[in-house]
């Protein structure tokens, strides 16, 4: 008869040490931090090329607005993903599913 591994527990993966853990965190903090002004940024120059392409002067600022609102609900979005993993209420592989 061939042997087959039990399923293993949701909390017994490989213990990983309190350094890494840290890093781990911070890294999850740098992208919930960075994702709003980089969005911003995206708008900014989407609007800026728009503006160019259209002879207009709000569009840059209309990117901007948008850039923002998608920044706002990217983070959000990544905030609520990162907390439910944490506490071991679901979570996937990535914060867009």
Known sequence: MP???PIPEP??????SGAFQAWVQA???VQIILILPSAAFIGWLIG???DHAFHTAWISMAGIVVGIVS????AIRMAIFYTNSQSGNGGGS???S
């Open 3 to 5: 042997y087959h591994r």
């Open 11 to 16: 909390g017994s993966g490989p213990k990983r």
């Open 27 to 29: 890294e999850k903090f």
């Open 48 to 50: 800026v090329g728009l």
């Open 71 to 74: 920044g706002l609900v990217g």
């Open 94 to 96: 990535s914060p867009q």
